[in-house]
């Protein structure tokens, strides 16, 4: 970290006064889409418990701040382009870029804090992770689903976690053509995985990518992920609820469903439940259903179910969306939704700090020299793994201190 990223955790400042009333009267309770309006007065004052997070101004050139100022106004302001902008920063690998990037989100936090608190200290965005295997329909569910929450006065924000964009840089929905209605609406914003960096990396920015969605006015975030890797795992971590889509296909497509991502499923929605499809779709929902049952409840205010959907009939879409919504009225009235937002963040922290720390022991060079030699022979059983672990983080920590 620079100086100025040490000095942006040193000064606990305030934001300019000249930003943050833009959607004075805006309405907070977004996913509910009911109730607290904040006046202005109230944004005010929620504004002024809430402004001592940002970096101090003295730490900004001219143009950077200029630069902050009009992207978080644009943002707050519901504007796209702001959105799409603020992403690209927050996915940036230039340093001096990320640092903005953080004080960017420090201000969006604060932003959202002050609309949760308007809400009762409610989340102001509900979201959802989507996972399934490839094929299993899941743009196309996106796509009749999201026209639906549009047209039902939502604004949602599709974002995609893609492992293969890692290492062969394409990009999950890069192309969109299963979304061609959503990606023409004024109150949907699709973004595309980004080209490039580990699957770490990726998911730092889709979280992050998150709050400046929520930030921007998007009451529902679908997380889209496709079923390989770990990718899955990470997006069921950063959401309030996890759906797994699975198409009613014979066992050897369903055998790459990893049994674990199971466990993990709010909701199993199997697709495609239309035409010859049906009695498949329903074979498996009834398989499915039983496999559930012997799982380890996770929450003690829902029972993950399965249901059917079709996007090409639109059979059972509207069910599923209120699955979705009893799911979410349920966790947030027994306080659970809020509770995993909490433990999702310490479980982030702790993974990018696991992340960085080993990325830094196997960038230094004592261990970079040690490493070959104590690999070889740890392999051919001449010292212990142990021993090995031993030896490289005392030459990591003799050198490091
Ligand atoms: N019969 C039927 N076919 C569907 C339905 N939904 C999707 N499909 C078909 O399934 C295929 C895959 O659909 P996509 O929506 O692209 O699936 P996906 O999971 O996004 O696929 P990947 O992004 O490649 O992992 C396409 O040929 C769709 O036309 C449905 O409800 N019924
Ligand atoms: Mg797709």
Redesign the pocket.
């Known amino acids: 970290m620079g100086r100025f990223g040490l000095s942006l955790l040193r000064h606990i400042s305030t934001l300019p006064s000249s930003i943050s009333v833009h959607r004075a009267t805006r309405t907070c309770c977004l996913h509910q889409r009911v109730s607290v309006s904040c006046s202005r007065s109230t944004n005010l004052s929620c504004q002024q418990r809430t402004v001592s997070t940002a970096v101090s101004q003295q730490e900004l050139s001219g143009p950077e701040q200029r630069l902050l100022d009009k992207l978080y106004g644009g943002l707050i302001g519901g504007q796209r382009a702001s959105l799409a902008e603020s992403i690209t920063l927050v996915e940036t690998q230039h340093p001096r870029k990320k640092e903005l990037a953080q004080v960017l989100l420090q201000r969006v936090l604060a932003y959202r804090r002050q609309q949760e608190s308007c809400n009762g200290g409610k989340p102001v965005a509900f979201r959802v992770g989507l996972s ?1 295997p ?8 996106i796509e009749v689903v999201g026209k639906m929450l549009t047209g039902r006065g939502h604004k949602l924000a599709v974002l995609a976690v893609d492992p293969s964009s890692c290492t062969t840089g394409g990009s ?1 929905m890069g192309d969109k053509t ?1 979304m061609t209605e959503l990606s023409r609406d004024m109150n949907a914003f699709i973004r595309p995985s980004p080209t490039s960096g580990t699957l770490g990396g990726v998911t730092r920015t889709t979280n992050e990518a998150i709050v400046l969605c929520e930030g921007a006015g998007y009451d529902v975030v679908l997380v889209e992920t ?1 079923g390989v890797g770990q990718s899955e795992f990470a997006v069921a971590d950063m959401v309030d609820m996890f759906v797994l ?1 699975i198409p009613p296909a014979g066992g050897d497509e369903l055998q790459g469903i990893k049994r674990g991502i199971i466990e993990k499923a709010d909701l199993v929605v199997v ?2 439940s ?2 010859d ?1 049906v009695v498949p779709a329903r074979r498996i929902q009834a398989e499915y259903t039983s496999a559930l049952k012997l799982l380890r409840k996770k929450s003690k205010s829902w029972n993950p179910k399965v249901v059917r959907a ?3 009939t639109n059979e059972g879409i509207p069910e599923v969306w209120a699955k979705m919504e009893s799911y979410r009225d349920a966790m947030l009235a027994s306080g659970e939704l809020q509770g995993r937002r909490r433990a999702q963040q310490k479980v982030w922290m702790w993974s990018l700090i696991q992340e960085s720390v080993l990325s830094h022991f196997q960038n230094h060079p004592s261990v970079g020299e040690a490493l070959p030699h104590l690999e070889e022979r740890v392999t051919k059983g001449v010292i212990s793994p142990g021993l090995a672990a031993d030896l490289l983080l005392k030459a990591f920590s003799s050198s490091s201190s």
Not at 134 to 141: L, R
Request: charged content about 20%; aromatic content about 4%.
């Open positions: 399934g490839p094929g299993a329909g899941k743009s196309s569910f999950l299963r496709v889509l697709t495609k239309d035409g499809l079709s996007s090409h």
